[in-house]
């Protein structure tokens, strides 16, 4: 037997709840293959000087997106496919994978709050040893030097402090564009450059968390309240 009333009204207004998360979970599947594969960002994280790789923390946060967005577009269809069809062994299947993922969103939020300055702070402390290596000639510093021009051409900086680490190299050409004085001016050193980059990315990230997590509480809200209707229905 269906359920009737406002039951029913339920019923259809969690499986429009539930597209809308499968929906988001594309969404968030895109946007994290998107960040995952931006050109600035992995021409940048993929350099390497001498043995020592590029930071890389951000794309531990970038392969949790991915498979939040993956994880939620399964449980977004079987909410779906649970409220049609009234089944309260699919709800409560739904009911337990969506407190699953809000504890790992939860997770890895307050993951993300931890790393969120660490992680362009490591990105930096990089580019300053490779620009201290191309400066001062140490070994490797072909090496080194590459690394530098790849920061500069990839975030149109120069120099790692408007004062001492941006003046030094703007008479090198090996290292900086030609119209770096142009950069000077603009106050485009590569500290700000790379803060820049990243906390963008990690405030879009944050804006699509806080979106996916209110309308998880919807739907857990809704899947509860369905659940005892299909029960009450089930007994009549």
Not at 113 to 142: R, S, T
């Amino acid at each position: 037997m269906g359920v009737e009333g406002c039951t029913k009204c339920i019923k259809y207004l969690l499986f429009v709840f539930n597209f809308i998360f499968w929906l988001a979970g594309g969404i968030i599947l895109g946007v994290a293959l998107w960040l995952r594969h931006d050109s600035q960002t992995t021409n940048i994280l993929y350099l390497q000087l001498g043995e020592k790789q590029a930071p890389n923390t951000f794309y531990v946060g970038i392969y949790i997106l991915i498979a939040v967005g993956a994880v939620m577009m399964f449980v977004g269809f079987l909410g779906c496919y649970g409220a049609i069809q009234e089944s309260q062994c699919l709800l409560g299947t739904f009911f337990t994978c969506l407190v699953i993922l809000f504890a790992c969103e939860v997770a890895a939020g307050i993951w993300g709050f931890v790393n969120k300055d660490q992680i362009a702070k490591d990105v930096k402390q990089f580019y300053d040893q490779a620009l201290q290596q191309a400066l001062m000639g140490e070994a490797d510093a072909n090496n080194a030097k590459a690394v530098v021009k790849t920061f500069h051409e990839t975030l149109d900086c120069c120099g790692s402090d408007i004062l001492t680490g941006t003046f030094t190299p703007l008479w090198r050409e090996d290292l900086c564009r030609k119209d770096s004085m142009k950069i000077l001016f603009e106050n485009s050193n590569c500290h700000k450059k790379i803060d820049e980059l990243f906390s963008g990315k990690l405030y879009l990230i944050g804006i699509a968390a806080v979106v996916v997590a209110v309308i998880m509480i919807f739907e857990m809200i809704l899947s509860m309240v369905l659940c005892c209707g299909i029960r009450n229905s089930s007994v009549y």
